[in-house]
């Protein structure tokens, strides 16, 4: 079996978007060399119900710490009053999957267009409406995209993506791991510094060579 890095992460996951100029950079590096494979991780499940006070302030708190822990990483915090937050994060990774299957090259752009409207616009990807006018603005065929993010085939990938991610051990988002063979090896992840990540995995490669 062929060595491949696996990278969980859910597309309204805050740490996820904190940790993307780094994923970028990782990922321009390991595709010269090695397989990459991406999960959907399934943060937080459908629900209908207002996200509670408790968890705003939670989530608030998040952002701000991100913002001290990772400098630069941006929030607009107008989200908070602007929308009525829901802790409903499989409506987005049902967009992912639905742009993937009009093309490869739009599941990138949909999760970064995801990523833009809910953390630097005050957009709710929660949101059906929002993810149908996104799939547009990335010229996405709209309409088959909204039958697509309704359809079975697309639960069920998603489905099997986050019981592939749980029965890795990747639990938590943004998660990387390294498969050599049989074998499963949980990568740190490094915020701040892409070859501290690139010295696990070539660490790892070469005891497993």
């Known amino acids: 079996m062929a060595n491949r890095i696996i990278y969980a992460y859910d597309p309204m996951c805050s740490w996820c978007w904190g940790f993307e100029p780094v994923r970028k950079q990782l990922f321009q590096e390991l595709s010269k060399r090695i397989k990459i494979n991406t999960l959907l991780g399934g943060l937080a499940p459908d629900t209908d119900q207002p996200m509670p006070e408790s968890m705003q302030l939670m989530l608030k708190n998040t952002w701000k710490k991100i913002q001290r822990v990772i400098p630069g990483t941006k929030f607009n915090f107008d989200f908070w009053d602007d929308c009525k937050p829901r802790r409903s994060t499989y409506p987005a990774s049902r967009a992912v999957i639905a742009a ?3 093309g490869k090259v739009f599941e990138h752009k ?9 953390y630097l616009e005050a957009s709710n990807p929660s949101e059906n409406d929002t993810l149908s006018r996104l799939a547009g603005e990335i010229d996405l065929q709209v309409v088959q995209f909204d039958m697509d993010m309704c359809s079975a085939e697309v639960e069920d990938k998603l489905r099997e993506e986050i019981n592939l991610a749980r029965s890795l051990g990747l639990n938590s988002f943004p998660s990387l791991a390294l498969e050599t063979g049989n074998k499963i090896e949980i990568i740190n992840i490094d915020y701040l510094n892409v070859e501290n990540i ?12």
């Open 110 to 118: 949909m999760i970064l267009r995801i990523q833009h409207a809910y």
């Open 100 to 102: 993937r299957m009009q």
């Open 198 to 209: 690139l010295g696990q995995i070539d660490q790892r490669l070469n005891v497993n060579s």
